[in-house]
């Protein structure tokens, strides 16, 4: 199966800093790709090159199979490519159903009496979100009036609804509580399963393990990994991203100037549901 997306050995410079270096992933029909690193790490920058806001200096970008560049965001949405960013592009205020159609209302009548069809929109909304799982009360409520999970859902189910066939998630769980992530987390497991390509950007390994098939880690702009599921466990996970050596060192520290005796692994014994964030 030919990859719907693809970089190989990307780069981007901002000047003297080296923002991201020979960086390569897939992202494949019905597959999460988990996209990992600290800040700094170059998450950010890999993102913006992904939805054609900045041009890499460095390797190739393919879609289909095909090598592309990118004109711009645009251009990357034409070919398929959405991204869902950290500020959602919502207008609280407005309605559920005017947020999920924003730009590409339906309409009826014709010129000059063309005017928003107020029935479809509500309809198509209530039915996409119900694919997604969400029942709405009433999609005429504001989006303001949503908690952060369901409106990155909605997001979520906006881009798949507009023709996403590669989706890319920016942080959409680190601002929320654990039971709101694990709201969002659901969602990105519909989309998979509807045949989306999902990118899921995170810092948190807490939450990419449970719906990741991929791993690719990254740290200040450098690859460290790139795992499918099989090929790492969950404490492997944690341990790659949080540079286990260093955690252990300043538990071991910590745990000195406290005055308690030293015990190695305190910090990596912390339960993997806790998702600290
Ligand atoms: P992350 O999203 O993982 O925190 P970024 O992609 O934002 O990482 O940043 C990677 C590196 O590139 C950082 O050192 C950052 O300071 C640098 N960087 C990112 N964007 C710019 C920019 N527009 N100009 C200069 N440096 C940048």
């Known amino acids: 199966m030919t990859d719907l997306l693809e970089v190989r050995n990307i780069g981007k410079r901002y000047g003297n800093v080296l923002a991201l270096r020979d ?13 990992l690193g600290d800040n700094g790490a170059g998450k950010s920058t890999l993102i913006k090159i992904l ?12 879609i289909a199979g095909r090598p592309v560049a990118l004109a711009g965001p645009r ?14 592009a919502m207008i609280p205020l407005l309605s559920i159903t005017r947020n999920f159609f924003l730009g590409n209302e339906p309409t009826k009548g014709s010129w000059p009496l063309r005017r928003f069809d107020r029935r479809t929109a509500a309809r ?8 997604m799982g969400i029942a709405l009360r009433d999609p005429s409520q504001p989006v303001g009036t949503l908690s952060g999970g369901e409106r990155q859902s909605v997001a979520i189910a ?3 609804y507009f023709g996403a ?3 890319i998630l920016d942080e959409p769980t680190s601002a929320l509580a654990i039971k709101q992530a694990g709201v969002v987390l659901r969602y990105i497991i519909r989309a998979r ?31 460290v990994g790139n795992y499918p599921r099989s090929g790492i466990s969950r404490e492997e996970l944690i341990q790659a991203m949080s540079g286990g050596h260093d955690l252990e060192e300043l538990s071991h520290e910590l745990e000195l100037l406290s005055g308690h005796r030293p015990a190695t692994s305190a910090l990596q014994g912390s339960p993997p549901s806790a998702g600290p964030d």
């Open 23 to 35: 960086v390569s992933m897939a992202v494949r029909s019905g597959e999460v790709t988990c996209v």
């Open 51 to 62: 939805s054609g806001v900045v041009q890499p200096d460095e390797g190739q970008l393919l």
């Open 75 to 88: 251009d990357a949405l034409d070919r398929g490519i959405a991204t869902v960013f950290q500020d959602l």
């Open 124 to 131: 198509i909304t209530r039915e996409q979100l119900a694919q």
């Open 158 to 160: 906006r881009a798949v």
């Open 165 to 167: 066939k590669v989706l």
């Open 193 to 223: 399963e509807q045949g989306t390509g999902v990118v899921f950007i995170t810092h948190n390994p807490h939450h990419a393990y449970p719906v990741g098939d991929q791993f690719v880690i990254l740290n200040r702009g450098r690859p």
